[in-house]
């Protein structure tokens, strides 16, 4: 579906996530101007490169495959965009840098992660092959990604199944509780885009963007939210499913969305953006 898009991720946009998920070490070295800043983006998948682990296609609206060698797999509720990337090239050098990003869609989204306090880089937390990572296959077209636009009134929830029963994975959010959104969100996705460097933990993105041919379409997913304390301390594991749901807030309120996911009545529909992945038992 979007095997031609480049994907990125946000790390650090939501206010208490990463010290959660034992990762806010991973980032003492990255320098940020204010303390609400991300800490930096990250590549989960680079199209039309032939190697390497990103080269992989890690998206599903169904399934969630689990690596072989760890017990640690925990659902990222998030909400992703998919925006088209505006380049402007340097008469002089040919040069190619991000001049804008457009905001076309947005939907619910698993930034599903392995725990690995000694990664090198966050990327390998993120795609180890196909089903990695999850993507609703129904999205809603954003009117404007400011102020006043469709996507400030949704909200994101989350949820863990397992043996007939159902917890709260994610604390129930607002979108625009983000520590970054609209226009900041943008113009600090472009900046890290264009300058951000082989660093610790992070990756040069300018040197992904040309490898990858410059793709025109990247889905972004801008931050997981905090977990509860349910979700803080249960991973995922074979025949489990996993829910993120990105809903209006004005159309639903969050006892509705949780006797909808308990009774498995959640479907896409007007005002619902819907992931559900059945970890794989095999």
Not at 96 to 107: D, K, N
Not at 206 to 211: F, I, R
Not at 257 to 274: F, K, R, Y
């Amino acid at each position: 579906m979007f095997n031609q898009c480049i994907g990125f991720g946000v790390a650090g946009n939501f206010a208490g996530h990463l010290e959660q998920a034992g990762e806010a070490a991973d980032f003492v070295t990255v320098a940020v101007k204010e303390v609400t800043q991300p800490k930096a983006i990250f590549p989960f998948y680079l199209p039309n490169i032939n190697s390497g682990l990103l080269a992989t296609y890690p998206l599903s609206s169904t399934n969630i495959t689990p690596p072989n060698d760890a017990d640690n797999l925990q659902i990222e509720p998030e909400v992703a965009l998919v925006c088209d990337v505006i380049y402007s090239t340097d008469v002089n050098d040919g040069h190619q840098t991000v001049s804008a990003l457009i905001p076309r869609q947005f939907g619910a989204y698993n930034d599903c992660s392995i725990r690995k306090p000694h990664a090198k880089k966050i990327s390998e937390k993120k795609n180890w092959g196909a089903n990695s990572k999850g993507i609703s296959d129904h999205l809603i077209t954003i009117d404007h990604f400011s102020v006043g636009g469709v996507l400030d009134s949704y909200r994101i929830a989350s949820f863990h199944c397992r043996d007939g029963e159902i917890h709260r994975y994610g604390e129930e959010s607002a979108v625009i509780g983000y520590s970054y959104f609209h226009n900041t969100l943008l113009d600090w996705i472009i900046e890290r885009m264009n300058h951000q460097q082989d660093v610790g933990p992070t990756e040069n993105i300018a040197e992904l963007l040309a490898q990858s041919q410059y793709p025109t379409q990247a889905v972004i997913s801008i931050g997981a939210t905090r977990y509860t304390p349910y979700g803080e301390t249960h991973f995922l594991q074979k025949g489990d499913t996993s829910i993120v749901v990105v809903y209006d807030g004005n159309r639903y309120n969050a006892e509705e969305i949780m006797q909808m996911a308990s009774t498995h009545d959640l479907a896409n529909g007007e005002g619902l953006s819907v992931l559900i992945q059945q970890v794989a038992t095999v």
